[in-house]
């Protein structure tokens, strides 16, 4: 099993947060796509947070509009 350490995931994010949050996203996001489901396949938050610790994943904050 692979670690991620908060500092390791926040490199590329502005915090430990959102950095979950983006990961949390993107293995969503991986989960629609179909996949080889053999046994050596990683899981989708595993491959998710790797992805974010080595910086691969384009993110933005987009502002949340409030009701009138």
């Known amino acids: 099993m692979q670690v991620f350490t908060p500092s390791d995931v926040s490199k590329h994010a502005a915090n430990k947060y959102l950095?979950?949050?983006?990961?949390?996203k993107f293995a969503r996001v991986l989960n629609e796509f179909p996949r080889d489901r053999s046994a050596h396949e990683k899981k989708l938050t595993t491959?998710?947070?790797?992805?974010?610790?080595?910086?691969?994943?384009?993110?933005?904050v987009v502002a949340r509009r409030r009701p009138a």
Not at 19 to 24: F, H, R, Y
Not at 47 to 57: C, F, K, V, Y
């Open 19 to 24: 950095s979950v949050l983006i990961a949390a």
């Open 47 to 60: 491959r998710a947070l790797e992805e974010l610790a080595h910086g691969e994943i384009e993110y933005r």
